[in-house]
């Protein structure tokens, strides 16, 4: 095996050392605490989540504020920032959620897309998953897909599952009749039909509720 000469050796070294990227001079950004989040918004921290959502590179934050008092509970989101000057956290998004859920919500980032997983209602309760995506054009954050489902925990009723694509257009509408006969399944799902919504952007602030979705009588 041959081996390069010793201040060949050397020179290569020097060379990837200098092609380095120079050192960042933005202060390092930390994730919002539970505290920044209260002071920010009020309320009390439900569930909250840290991950990129812009593609910056650095941490934002989107969380489920509950105010027990008011009798309120909402979904923010606020992105993180750094110049050499200044920093913090913007907020970009906001989203009313019924205030009575049925345990706490559930959040991810999955690919820069943030999910927001929930359960409300009583004995007659709506399963609800949200998809938004940041949209730095606009610079607030969009609706992009939305999963509802309305079901009775204890099969008194039948099953109405509403999957809609707000990119595409295209929605999908399942209902799962009561299962009365044999076996463990306690619906017997029907074959889906196709539907189409607008595909004009939705902002969080105007995401529809998962009642206005099935049509039960949500705003």
Do not use: C
Not at 96 to 122: F, I, R
Not at 139 to 163: A, C, E, F, P, W
């Amino acid at each position: 095996m041959r081996r390069l000469p010793t201040v060949l050796l050397l020179l290569t070294l020097s060379l990837a050392a200098t092609a380095q990227s120079p050192p960042d001079p933005r202060p390092v950004l930390e994730p919002m605490t539970d505290e920044m989040l209260v002071n920010q918004f009020t309320g009390r921290v439900e569930a909250r989540i840290d991950g990129d959502l812009n593609g910056d590179g650095d941490l934002d934050t989107a969380a489920v504020m509950r105010d027990d008092e008011a009798e309120t509970r909402r979904l923010v989101v606020a992105l993180g920032y750094r110049t050499e000057v200044d920093f913090g956290h913007e907020p970009v998004g906001e989203m009313a959620m019924d205030p009575y859920p049925l345990g706490n919500a559930s959040l991810s980032v999955k690919k820069g897309v943030l999910v927001v997983e929930d359960l409300t209602g009583g004995t007659s309760a709506v399963s609800s998953t949200y998809r938004f995506r940041f949209d730095k054009a606009e610079h607030r954050m969009r609706l992009i897909g939305d999963d509802v489902t309305y079901y009775s925990r204890t099969n008194n009723h039948d099953q109405l599952k509403i999957s809609s694509n707000r990119l595409t257009g295209l929605r999908l509408r399942q209902v799962g009749v009561v299962n009365e006969g044999a076996g463990d399944e306690a619906y017997v799902m029907q074959p889906e039909t196709r539907e189409t919504v607008p595909t004009t952007p939705v902002w969080m602030e105007d995401a529809p509720s998962p009642e206005a979705t099935l049509g039960l009588g949500g705003e």
